[in-house]
């Protein structure tokens, strides 16, 4: 069975600094590895996704992550927090040998105070 | 273009009655699931589609959900007899079919949000 773990029902950050929401996974086969983002009254937007090939992989409004194999994590970064980043934010996993399916994280609710 | 499209976004019903929800995939997306989010957690798969074939229905909580998808576009997600055990945001994806296995990106829709009195 896979799982994903986001430690951090919260996370506080001032705007104008660097925001981490961490992700921790558990799959057999090799993962791929998702970050969607919720705004409140709207579905599940796609950030970006890790596949294979370059561990840092880039996404929308400047948000970007880190496949680390070896601490089976996958955490999402941004240098410099907006307020309106400030929302919902899931990790999800499939992998190569599981079923058509996301697996997804509890989320992390990420507040970027003025 | 035109995303995921769900309908009701709001439902409410009482204990026993049926419900259909309703998802309108992006178009020429050849693969549609269905998730079901409970507050304060993350969606759970449901039920997945490829064209009109049902591939996978292992995340169907018990036989009172069905899903289909008969011409391989529009889907609906009925729930008999409801309980208010089933009240939940149930939210529908869909994706090209372009990419191989997992790797292919789910865009989701708005959701359906049902309350079962």
């Known amino acids: 069975a896979q799982s994903v773990a986001q430690p951090e029902d919260q996370v506080n950050v001032a705007e104008g600094n660097p925001l981490t929401v961490k992700c921790t996974y558990s799959v057999s086969g090799n993962p791929y590895l998702f970050w969607y983002v919720q705004y409140p009254n709207r579905g599940l937007q796609f950030l970006l996704k890790y596949i294979t090939g370059d561990n840092l992989v880039k996404g929308s409004y400047g948000f970007e992550a880190e496949f680390n194999k070896s601490q089976t994590s996958f955490h999402l970064k941004k240098p410099s927090a907006l307020v309106s980043d400030s929302a919902l934010y899931f990790c999800?996993?499939?992998?190569?040998?599981?079923?058509?399916?996301?697996?997804f994280g509890s989320g992390t609710r990420l507040q970027v105070q003025p | 273009g035109a995303g995921v499209s769900q309908s009701p976004r709001y439902k409410v019903t009482k204990r026993g009655q049926d419900v259909a929800l309703r998802c309108d995939p992006i178009s020429g997306h050849v693969s549609l699931y269905w998730y079901r989010q409970a507050l304060g957690q993350g969606p759970e798969f449901l039920t997945y589609f490829n064209y009109e074939a049902q591939q996978d229905k292992s995340g169907l909580p018990n036989d009172r959900f069905s899903a289909e998808r008969p011409e391989g576009s529009i889907s609906t997600l009925t729930i008999q007899r409801t309980e208010q055990r089933d009240s939940a945001m149930y939210r529908c994806?869909?994706?090209?079919?372009?990419?191989?296995?997992?790797?292919?990106?789910?865009?989701f829709g708005p959701g359906t949000r049902l309350t079962v009195l």
């Open positions: 999800a996993v499939s992998s190569d040998t599981g079923r058509r399916a996301l697996t």
């Open positions: 994806a869909s994706s090209s079919g372009q990419k191989p296995g997992n790797t292919d990106t789910q865009y």
